[in-house]
Nanobody, 117 residues
């Protein structure tokens, strides 16, 4: 079965760092575009950062300069390095993999990130 599993979440103090991982099983990531999204109760689901199959990266203005997305296709894993964390970064972080031809779209179940003192 195709599956995405996130890991690396936890509780950190403001200014701290955390690295999230998203690992695929049942399929390879080579031709997939990958994105990290976050969701907060009462707020809209938002895109954090995405990396295309050929390495093009986009990030939300709120995380530019602090978060870095990367991928290791051989390990079927995508990472989100989060530095200088702020309380407003607190959310459930989910990864998504999608491809257009043939179409497929997979979501992980999320990992909780809490930034608090």
């Amino acid at each position: 079965q195709a599956q995405l599993v996130e890991s690396g979440g936890g509780l950190v103090q403001p200014g701290g760092s955390l690295r999230l991982s998203c690992t695929a099983s049942g399929f390879t990531l080579d031709y997939y575009n990958i994105g990290w999204f976050r969701q907060v109760p009462g707020k809209k689901h938002e895109a954090v950062s995405c990396i295309t199959w050929d390495g093009k990266i986009t990030s939300a203005d709120s995380v530019k300069g602090r978060f870095t997305i990367s991928r290791d296709n051989a390990k079927t894993t995508v990472y989100l390095q989060m530095n200088s964390l702020k309380p407003e970064d607190t959310a459930v972080y989910c990864c998504n993999a999608q491809i257009s031809r043939p179409f497929s779209n997979y979501w992980g179940q999320g990992t909780q990130v809490t930034v608090a003192s």
